[in-house]
């Protein structure tokens, strides 16, 4: 069996990335407080500072929403 390296871009690793940190902190919400694997103040950083930026810029639209944008 061989292993063929499939090239992926940078944007698609972010993405994944995104999903996989908001699944950790799905996780991490249902477990009891005693059982959880983050400290508290990791879960505030990916959750309230991390996560946010990322889905930003994952989600960014260069798209101009109004003729002054389009123009300057």
Same mark, same amino acid.
């Given at each position: ?7 992926? $871009? ?37 959750? $309230?500072?991390?996560?946010p930026l990322l889905?930003?810029?994952?989600? $960014? ?6 003729? $002054?944008?389009?123009?300057?």
């Amino acid at each position: 069996m061989t292993f063929q390296l499939q090239q992926e $871009y940078e944007s698609a690793k972010l993405e994944r990335i995104l999903k996989d940190l908001q699944a950790i902190i799905e996780r991490e919400k249902k477990r009891h407080m005693m059982d959880e694997h983050l400290t508290h103040s990791m879960r505030d950083l990916l959750e $309230y500072e991390i996560i946010p930026l990322l889905e930003a810029e994952v989600n $960014y639209d260069p798209t101009p929403q109004t003729s $002054y944008d389009f123009f300057h």
